[in-house]
């Protein structure tokens, strides 16, 4: 069984930084694609940055230039920095990963349970 677990969110003024973090733990075979996203009320969740096994990143347009995403493989772990926070970037943020708990099964895409960013103005 695979688990993402969360850490780093908070609160933080508006301006401030937040790293987020996020495990993945359980029979892995390979992790592909790992990524954040995230979710306020009433909204679809939506991608806030992903990064590939081959290094190759994607960022929402709304954060580009203000967050960072990176992974360390050998702990199984993906992080966002997040800089010059504002407002309107308060949600709830999940990790996903797209792996594969053998050679023989398909890959999947496993999420975290979420973590709280909340920014004052």
């Known amino acids: 069984q695979v688990q993402l677990v969360e850490s780093g969110g908070g609160l933080v003024q508006a301006g401030g930084s937040l790293r987020l973090s996020c495990a993945a733990s359980?029979?892995?075979?390979?992790?592909?694609?790992m990524g954040w996203y995230r979710q306020v009320p009433g909204k679809q969740r939506e991608l806030v940055a992903t990064?590939?096994?081959?290094?190759?990143?994607n960022y929402a347009e709304s954060v580009k230039g203000r967050f960072t995403i990176s992974r360390d493989n050998a702990k199984n772990t993906v992080y966002l920095e997040m800089n010059s926070l504002k407002p309107e970037d308060a949600a709830v943020y999940y990790c996903?990963?797209?792996?594969?708990?053998?050679?023989?099964?398909?890959?999947?895409?496993?999420w975290g349970q979420g973590t709280q960013v909340t920014v004052s103005s």
């Open positions: 996903n990963a797209d792996l594969k708990t053998s050679v023989m099964r398909p890959a999947y895409v496993y």
């Open positions: 359980g029979i892995i075979f390979r992790i592909n694609t």
């Open positions: 990064l590939t096994s081959g290094g190759s990143t």
